[in-house]
């Protein structure tokens, strides 16, 4: 099943657990140091959270551009 980068809207708020894969991701992500996106606060533990994701980090033709930032994110995410 993939996604879209539309579909990480419904997490705007709340923690996502990303499970890196390198092979069949749901989404193709790459972390970028401004203008992504979307802004993603790192967590450091996985308690709480909605959904897990397999994600491959890439560096070209991504599905979705994430910038981490500190604070105010649009939601958190722990990298599994």
Do not use: C, R
């Amino acid at each position: 099943m993939g996604y879209s980068k539309s579909y990480l809207a419904q997490f705007k708020g709340k923690k996502v657990t990303f499970k890196v894969v390198t092979s069949f991701p749901d989404l193709k992500v790459q972390f970028v140091d401004s203008f992504g996106d979307y802004k993603v606060k790192m967590a450091s533990n996985s308690s709480f959270s909605k959904e897990t994701i397999k994600i491959q980090i890439v560096t070209s033709f991504p599905d979705v551009k994430l910038q981490k930032v500190s604070s105010f994110g649009d939601f958190e995410a722990y990298l599994d």
